[in-house]
């Protein structure tokens, strides 16, 4: 079993920047595809980027490809999703997923087996 902690949120300007943060704990992470997904006020939950445990081939959603990247440290347990430019319509609260023993990204919240907290981000223009 996997517990995730998201961090790194915050308020900041259009056009800055963040680095959010997911610390796991739990055996074998290296063996967990990772995604991030966001959900903002009176919307859906949706995936934004996502990696398999191999680290190759991340996964974007449009609105962010440029702008986001996914990351993972295997060695610390944890997952980055850099952040920049960012918009007011990024505004949202985000959440670290993780799907047991997947190579490839995966990009539906159901195939996803544990979940963290989130981590709200909040941009102003």
């Known amino acids: 079993q996997v517990q995730l902690v998201e961090s790194g949120g915050g308020l900041v300007q259009a056009g800055g920047s963040l680095r959010l943060s997911c610390a796991a704990s739990?055996?074998?992470?290296?063996?967990?595809?990772l995604g991030w997904f966001r959900q903002a006020p009176g919307k859906e939950r949706d995936i934004v980027a996502a990696?398999?445990?191999?680290?190759?081939?991340?996964y974007y959603a449009d609105s962010v490809k440029g702008r986001f990247t996914i990351s993972r440290d295997n060695a610390k347990n944890t997952a980055f999703l850099h952040v920049n430019s960012l918009k007011p319509e990024d505004t949202a609260v985000y959440y670290c997923?993780?799907?047991?023993?997947?190579?490839?990204?995966?990009?539906?919240?159901?195939?996803?087996?544990?979940w963290g907290q989130g981590t709200q981000v909040t941009v102003s223009s």
């Open positions: 997923a993780a799907k047991y023993g997947s190579v490839s990204p995966k990009l539906s919240e159901s195939e996803y087996d544990y």
């Open positions: 739990g055996r074998a992470f290296s063996s967990y595809a």
């Open positions: 990696i398999g445990w191999s680290g190759g081939n991340p």
